[in-house]
């Protein structure tokens, strides 16, 4: 069966607290995806990546940077977390460019204190 | 602007039929797709529609009109483990997704 792993389901984090979101896939997926998804609004993107080394800003990359050393592997940092970052986060992965389905992790419920 | 519209919440009766609705505003389109999402978990792929039409899968059709920018999700002999959220995400111009806020779907017994 096809998977997104997120290292984290639960994270409580402090203001100013550098954080890293992580996120694996086994299905050897090109596309790989950073929402954050909040209550009353549609899932928002904040970075995503279609290779190795790559990246691109989604919607909402204020804040927030990326890292994919290796394809099957895609982190999110929050370089000092604040408390308007308080949310869930989900990682997302795809096979192709076009109009491929996602296959998602079950989220992290980030909470900035 | 792009824009996705579902109703926020909607409930259901057990063994019932309902049908999510989902108008788009995008610019370009390259199909609409549907995802369910129970409480805590990930959301998972549910249909994909390019061409105006119906299309079925088991309990489960979607349907679309490109011309009305409008599509639906169709739920039919509805069961408890169906409560879930309900997302219509629109495919743009450059096969960026526009997502909707959710239809939370509640299935009363």
């Known amino acids: 069966d096809v998977k997104v792993t997120q290292s984290s389901r639960y994270l409580v984090k402090r203001t100013g607290e550098k954080v890293f979101l992580e996120c694996v896939q086994d299905m050897d997926h090109e596309n790989m995806f950073w929402y954050r998804q909040d209550p009353g609004l549609g899932l928002r993107l904040i970075y995503f990546s279609y290779d190795v080394k790559m990246k691109e800003k989604g919607d909402i990359p204020e804040g927030y940077s990326v890292s994919r050393e290796k394809k099957e592997r895609f982190s999110l940092i929050l370089e000092s977390a604040s408390t308007n970052q308080t949310s869930m986060y989900l990682c997302?992965?795809?096979?192709?460019?076009?109009?491929?389905?996602?296959?998602f992790g079950s989220g992290t419920q980030l909470s900035v204190l | 602007g792009q824009n996705i519209d579902q109703p926020t919440e909607m409930t259901a009766t057990e063994g019932a039929i309902v049908q999510i609705n989902c108008t788009y505003q995008t610019s370009g389109f390259n199909g609409l797709f549907w995802y369910q999402q129970h409480a805590g978990e990930a959301p998972t792929f549910l249909s994909y529609n390019v061409l105006d039409g119906l299309e079925e899968k088991g309990r489960f059709s979607s349907f679309l009109s490109r011309s009305k920018g409008y599509s639906y999700l169709l739920l039919k002999e509805l069961q408890m483990k169906d409560s879930a959220s309900y997302l219509c995400?629109?495919?743009?111009?450059?096969?960026?997704?526009?997502w909707g806020a959710g239809t939370k779907l509640i299935i009363k017994p």
């Open positions: 997302a992965s795809s096979f192709g460019r076009e109009a491929e389905k996602l296959f």
């Open positions: 995400a629109a495919l743009d111009s450059n096969y960026q997704l526009i």
